[in-house]
């Protein structure tokens, strides 16, 4: 049913011309193209064979005549389930089975508007428009067939791709209606089904990609085989900002299938970073080749770069007067004359996203100025962009093929490995595949930033909170990845969330102090709320312990004393959670939440230890508030992922540099989380239907690493305050 | 360079190669089965994972030298139809996320099942601990093996 199986591959040649391509561009088959109100290109038609009409109702819907229905997908799925929660918002309306329909990617044409999946925006950005565009098309093809029957359209209805009219009984498939419907009016404001008639939205569906994927028949960038490609594996500096002064290919030549080295530039953000492949009929041959490379880097000074030097001008910064990211009452005042002052310095590590399909993509030139691209990314339309911008060509001269990529996290929203394997096969005759090796993965960035925060609290004798302040000190991604000079818009992003958490905290004033750093830093799963939410919520807990209150009760009564989604979230953990019931000696429970642009989430997790130095962590309970659910079974799945990811982030490596390079290479030294040291996870959803959607991807990722560690503060009396740290040994 | 014969998947092979590239770019690039991944080229992984002679094996280090000769099972040879149980038991539970490392890990839990076909928790995390999975989908893992073991005793 996939289009992603018949990867052996549509364009062929390079004699295509310009007028081919572009229709390529859009569609794997040549389509025609009737569409209003969404897509203003004319009444093109195309007979794609003497009885095969292939109609597109609208640019997410193809129908052909044959009664195969395609749905266009404009978001990458990475693991996330999109290939199914996407395509479901339109078939759902459109009356069709997801077990009828092939479901094709977007390739970054414009009509399509954003397919960058990140930020938890696919449900939430694409619900209303697709389910539209479903209520549409299934309008137009009642209408055509009503109107061939000349029978009221009242009379008729759509189930299963199939229009039927009540009375009679009689109908049509959607591919015998396609071609008169598609020349109908679009509806503006098509009727949107009642979601009690749900039969897809809001269930456990299955997704259609699982059987793919578990007999080895899913396709991911790197799968991709074109006639006649060859192989590149590229060297790169692990000391970023080196220039190539010159190598020597003595020893790479020898290699039996090496072809030639291609020098190239790494485009990531506004960076340009020298680098080198080597091109062989083999990847194994080309990796070889570039082991044997003997490259000479100027590092201009970049080689002194140490994180634990670094940590110590980030703690040193913890003093300083930030730019003031929120102010309410007056701070300084109230927390000086506070009968108990608390203060807490918080430190989050540097962090690789880690994939586990390594960078790739595959490329190929149609003639001087056309050049078409396979790739796992999380954006087919910033892929056309960066692509564009960096090799200076048009985006409607370049065609992107969106495959399942091996896990995103936030990496494969830049598409600097693509830029890269367009610009070396722009020096071939061939099609040529770049595979980057996981040590080029783990040790090129970029990275997650690393946040320290700075927090203050001044608390009246009974507990209540009288003066709060949350200061990060941190290096910025914008500032890095875009090299921008101004850095005070840069606030925003690397205080994300601390000031709009429902807790009444009165005279609070929170700053940003800005540090420079010349490694590139960027989005990581939750963005900053991976790392403040850490200082935030152990802090909370922290004041709750100073007030000689239980923790979620300080949260409950003293710091949410009005109703909010965060205390209904809160209520909901200390049901499910048993908050109440005893626990066995050494045992401890935390608990977190944390409310950002993604959406709202929160842990209770259950630890014991029998020494107060090693830790088992016993159970976990989590509550994400999403408002509407499309896939329940998929929202569980990506909240156990995102506390397994969180795990690894908060008891494993970080990404710590040394002489300009990265310590860590590969997975023996950046290890993450295995199976035996995964709990279970129970993930209680609350949706009680309605316009408010929450993300999905990232609310569970924040509170995790903050729930345990007050569970094991709970268990043992120790606050941590340093991420990440030793299980086995706290 | 070297002539070399395999057998995978009951099918013969012969490839003209190095004998020192690994198992895995052979597997992938010159015969053509994609289900088998790269992830890390040290064993560290497990998302290469296949069988020789029916033991699990990181293919990234595996040299065709050595697998030559041998019985060389891949994720694409463990079926035809997704009806062995360990596929049918992913495919109820949902396990995967993105996939990637899914290969790998159905490899080596069918050499577990084949082994001790009433794995305990312990024997899955056991067995299990080569295989990595950055999207997180281990307790589902855990559960599908339990329930392969169910389908498979009847």
Same mark, same amino acid.
């Given at each position: 049913?996939?289009?992603?199986?018949?990867?052996?591959?549509?364009?062929?040649?390079?004699?295509?011309?310009?007028?081919?391509?572009?229709?390529?561009?859009?569609?794997?088959?040549?389509?025609?193209?009737?569409?209003?109100?969404?897509?203003?290109?004319?009444?093109?038609?195309?007979?794609?064979?003497?009885?095969?009409?292939?109609?597109?109702?609208?640019?997410?819907?193809?129908?052909?005549?044959?009664?195969?229905?395609?749905?266009?997908?404009?978001?990458?799925?990475?693991?996330?389930?999109?290939?199914?929660?996407?395509?479901?918002?339109?078939?759902?309306?459109?009356?069709?089975?997801?077990?009828?329909?092939?479901?094709?990617?977007?390739?970054?044409?414009?009509?399509?508007?954003?397919?960058?999946?990140?930020?938890?925006?696919?449900?939430?950005?694409?619900?209303?428009?697709?389910?539209?565009?479903?209520?549409?098309?299934?309008?137009?093809?009642?209408?055509?067939?009503?109107?061939?029957?000349?029978?009221?359209?009242?009379?008729?209805?759509? @189930?299963?791709?199939?229009?039927?009219?009540?009375? =009679?009984? *009689?109908?049509?498939?959607?591919? !015998?209606?396609?071609? %008169?419907? &598609?020349?109908?009016?679009?509806?503006?404001?098509?009727?949107?089904?009642?979601?009690?008639?749900?039969?897809?939205?809001?269930?456990?569906?299955?997704?259609?990609?699982?059987?793919?994927?578990?007999?080895?028949?899913?396709?991911?960038?790197?799968?991709?085989?074109?006639?006649?490609?060859?192989?590149?594996?590229?060297?790169?500096?692990?000391?970023?900002?080196?220039?190539?002064?010159?190598?020597?290919?003595?020893?790479?030549?020898?290699?039996?299938?090496?072809?030639?080295?291609?020098?190239?530039?790494?485009?990531?953000?506004?960076?340009?970073?020298?680098?080198?492949?080597?091109?062989?009929?083999?990847?194994?041959?080309?990796?070889?080749?570039?082991?044997?490379?003997?490259?000479?880097?100027?590092?201009?000074?970049?080689? @002194?770069?140490?994180?634990?030097?670094?940590?110590? =001008?980030? *703690?040193?910064?913890?003093?300083? !007067?930030?730019?003031? %990211?929120? &102010?309410?009452?007056?701070?300084?005042?109230?927390?000086?004359?506070?009968?108990?002052?608390?203060?807490?310095?918080?430190?989050?590590?540097?962090?690789?996203?880690?994939?586990?399909?390594?960078?790739?993509?595959?490329?190929?030139?149609?003639?001087?100025?056309?050049?078409?691209?396979?790739?796992?990314?999380?954006?087919?339309?910033?892929?056309?962009?960066?692509?564009?911008?960096?090799?200076?060509?048009?985006?409607?001269?370049?065609?992107?093929?969106?495959?399942?990529?091996?896990?995103?996290?936030?990496?494969?929203?830049?598409?600097?490995?693509?830029?890269?394997?367009?610009?070396?096969?722009?020096?071939?005759?061939?099609?040529?595949?770049?595979?980057?090796?996981?040590?080029?993965?783990?040790?090129?960035?970029?990275?997650?930033?690393?946040?320290?925060?700075?927090?203050?609290?001044?608390?009246?004798?009974?507990?209540?909170?009288?003066?709060?302040?949350?200061?990060?000190?941190?290096?910025?991604?914008?500032?890095?990845?875009?090299?921008?000079?101004?850095?005070?818009?840069?606030?925003?992003?690397?205080?994300?969330?601390?000031?709009?958490?429902?807790?009444?905290?009165?005279?609070?004033?929170?700053?940003?102090?800005?540090?420079?750093?010349?490694?590139?830093?960027?989005?990581?799963?939750?963005?900053?709320?991976?790392?403040?939410?850490?200082?935030?919520?152990?802090?909370?807990?922290?004041?709750?312990?100073?007030?000689?209150?239980?923790?979620?009760?300080?949260?409950?009564?003293?710091?949410?004393?009005?109703?909010?989604?965060?205390?209904?979230?809160?209520?909901?953990?200390?049901?499910?959670?048993?908050?109440?019931?005893?626990?066995?000696?050494?045992?401890?429970?935390?608990?977190?939440?944390?409310?950002?642009?993604?959406?709202?989430?929160?842990?209770?997790?259950?630890?014991?230890?029998?020494?107060?130095?090693?830790?088992?962590?016993?159970?976990?309970?989590?509550?994400?508030?999403?408002?509407?659910?499309?896939?329940?079974?998929?929202?569980?799945?990506?909240?156990?992922?995102?506390?397994?990811?969180?795990?690894?982030?908060?008891?494993?490596?970080?990404?710590?540099?040394?002489?300009?390079?990265?310590?860590?290479?590969?997975?023996?030294?950046?290890?993450?989380?295995?199976?035996?040291?995964?709990?279970?996870?129970?993930?209680?959803?609350?949706?009680?239907?309605?316009?408010?959607?929450?993300?999905?991807?990232?609310?569970?990722?924040?509170?995790?690493?903050?729930?345990?560690?007050?569970?094991?503060?709970?268990?043992?009396?120790?606050?941590?305050?340093?991420?990440?740290?030793?299980?086995?040994?706290? | 360079?070297?002539?070399?014969?395999?057998?995978?998947?009951?099918?013969?092979?012969?490839?003209?190669?190095?004998?020192?590239?690994?198992?895995?770019?052979?597997?992938?690039?010159?015969?053509?089965?994609?289900?088998?991944?790269?992830?890390?080229?040290?064993?560290?992984?497990?998302?290469?994972?296949?069988?020789?002679?029916?033991?699990?094996?990181?293919?990234?280090?595996?040299?065709?030298?050595?697998?030559?000769?041998?019985?060389?099972?891949?994720?694409?040879?463990?079926?035809?139809?997704?009806?062995?149980?360990?596929?049918?038991?992913?495919?109820?539970?949902?396990?995967?996320?993105?996939?990637?490392?899914?290969?790998?890990?159905?490899?080596?839990?069918?050499?577990?099942?084949?082994?001790?076909?009433?794995?305990?928790?312990?024997?899955?995390?056991?067995?299990?601990?080569?295989?990595?999975?950055?999207?997180?989908?281990?307790?589902?893992?855990?559960?599908?093996?339990?329930?392969?073991?169910?389908?498979?005793?009847?």
């Amino acid at each position: 049913m996939l289009e992603h199986q018949m990867i052996k591959v549509a364009v062929r040649k390079s004699s295509l011309d310009r007028r081919d391509f572009l229709r390529l561009s859009g569609l794997s088959s040549l389509g025609l193209v009737l569409g209003l109100g969404w897509k203003s290109d004319g009444q093109e038609m195309i007979a794609a064979g003497a009885d095969a009409v292939t109609v597109k109702l609208n640019p997410y819907i193809i129908i052909e005549s044959s009664g195969t229905i395609s749905i266009m997908n404009p978001m990458p799925d990475m693991g996330q389930g999109t290939f199914q929660s996407v395509p479901a918002l339109i078939a759902e309306d459109l009356e069709v089975s997801l077990e009828q329909i092939k479901i094709l990617q977007t390739g970054g044409e414009k009509e399509y508007g954003r397919q960058t999946a990140g930020g938890s925006n696919s449900i939430r950005g694409q619900y209303q428009k697709l389910r539209t565009v479903g209520a549409a098309g299934k309008e137009m093809l009642i209408l055509a067939a009503s109107q061939r029957w000349k029978v009221p359209v009242t009379d008729c209805y759509a @189930s299963e791709g199939i229009v039927y009219h009540k009375p =009679t009984g *009689r109908s049509f498939t959607y591919g !015998e209606l396609a071609e %008169v419907a &598609s020349q109908l009016p679009v509806p503006q404001n098509p009727q949107l089904k009642d979601p009690k008639d749900f039969k897809i939205l809001g269930k456990n569906y299955p997704r259609p990609d699982v059987p793919l994927k578990v007999s080895g028949k899913a396709v991911y960038g790197i799968d991709v085989e074109l006639p006649g490609m060859v192989y590149a594996s590229a060297a790169h500096c692990p000391v970023f900002n080196s220039k190539l002064i010159n190598y020597d290919d003595t020893e790479t030549m020898r290699i039996k299938g090496v072809k030639k080295l291609v020098r190239f530039q790494r485009a990531l953000g506004a960076h340009k970073y020298d680098a080198i492949a080597v091109i062989a009929d083999t990847y194994w041959a080309a990796y070889q080749g570039k082991l044997a490379l003997k490259t000479n880097w100027d590092f201009g000074g970049n080689d @002194s770069f140490d994180t634990e030097k670094y940590e110590q =001008t980030l *703690r040193d910064m913890a003093g300083n !007067e930030g730019q003031v %990211v929120h &102010s309410d009452g007056d701070f300084e005042n109230a927390f000086h004359s506070a009968p108990v002052q608390i203060t807490a310095l918080y430190e989050l590590p540097m962090l690789s996203h880690s994939p586990m399909e390594p960078q790739n993509c595959t490329a190929q030139w149609h003639g001087k100025d056309l050049v078409e691209v396979w790739v796992s990314s999380q954006g087919a339309d910033r892929v056309k962009s960066e692509i564009s911008k960096n090799l200076d060509i048009p985006a409607d001269n370049i065609k992107v093929n969106i495959l399942f990529s091996g896990g995103g996290f936030g990496r494969r929203l830049y598409n600097d490995y693509a830029v890269e394997a367009a610009s070396i096969a722009r020096e071939l005759e061939t099609p040529v595949k770049l595979i980057w090796t996981r040590e080029e993965d783990t040790q090129l960035g970029p990275f997650r930033p690393p946040t320290f925060s700075a927090m203050k609290a001044g608390l009246a004798a009974d507990g209540k909170p009288l003066a709060f302040q949350h200061k990060v000190i941190s290096p910025s991604m914008g500032s890095t990845l875009e090299d921008k000079k101004d850095t005070s818009g840069e606030s925003s992003s690397m205080t994300e969330g601390i000031s709009t958490q429902a807790y009444e905290l009165p005279n609070m004033k929170n700053e940003y102090v800005f540090s420079q750093i010349h490694i590139p830093l960027a989005a990581w799963r939750s963005v900053t709320s991976s790392t403040v939410a850490f200082a935030h919520e152990c802090f909370i807990d922290e004041m709750a312990v100073r007030a000689g209150k239980d923790p979620l009760d300080y949260r409950l009564e003293t710091l949410l004393t009005k109703p909010s989604d965060t205390k209904r979230l809160l209520l909901k953990l200390k049901e499910v959670s048993h908050w109440e019931k005893p626990l066995p000696d050494g045992w401890g429970r935390g608990v977190a939440q944390y409310e950002f642009f993604a959406g709202l989430g929160g842990y209770v997790v259950e630890v014991s230890s029998k020494d107060r130095s090693s830790i088992y962590i016993e159970k976990v309970y989590m509550v994400i508030d999403l408002g509407t659910v499309v896939n329940p079974d998929t929202v569980a799945l990506q909240v156990e992922g995102a506390a397994t990811m969180a795990l690894t982030a908060a008891t494993k490596s970080a990404i710590t540099f040394k002489n300009g390079q990265t310590r860590q290479t590969n997975f023996h030294n950046y290890p993450l989380v295995r199976i035996n040291e995964m709990p279970e996870v129970e993930v209680h959803i609350i949706a009680e239907g309605g316009p408010k959607i929450r993300g999905v991807g990232e609310p569970g990722l924040p509170p995790f690493a903050p729930a345990l560690a007050n569970a094991i503060f709970a268990a043992t009396g120790k606050r941590i305050r340093k991420l990440p740290f030793n299980i086995n040994q706290v | 360079m070297a002539n070399i014969s395999l057998t995978v998947n009951k099918k013969q092979y012969q490839i003209d190669a190095d004998p020192q590239m690994p198992l895995l770019w052979a597997l992938r690039d010159i015969i053509g089965l994609k289900g088998t991944k790269f992830g890390c080229g040290m064993a560290q992984c497990g998302a290469c994972t296949v069988h020789l002679d029916g033991e699990a094996v990181r293919s990234c280090v595996t040299l065709l030298g050595r697998a030559e000769g041998q019985e060389i099972v891949t994720i694409e040879g463990i079926s035809d139809n997704t009806s062995h149980p360990l596929q049918k038991a992913w495919i109820e539970l949902q396990v995967p996320q993105c996939g990637y490392c899914q290969s790998g890990q159905i490899m080596s839990a069918a050499v577990l099942l084949r082994e001790n076909p009433h794995p305990t928790d312990q024997d899955i995390d056991e067995a299990m601990m080569g295989n990595l999975c950055r999207c997180g989908t281990y307790t589902r893992i855990r559960k599908a093996i339990h329930r392969a073991a169910e389908i498979m005793n009847g």
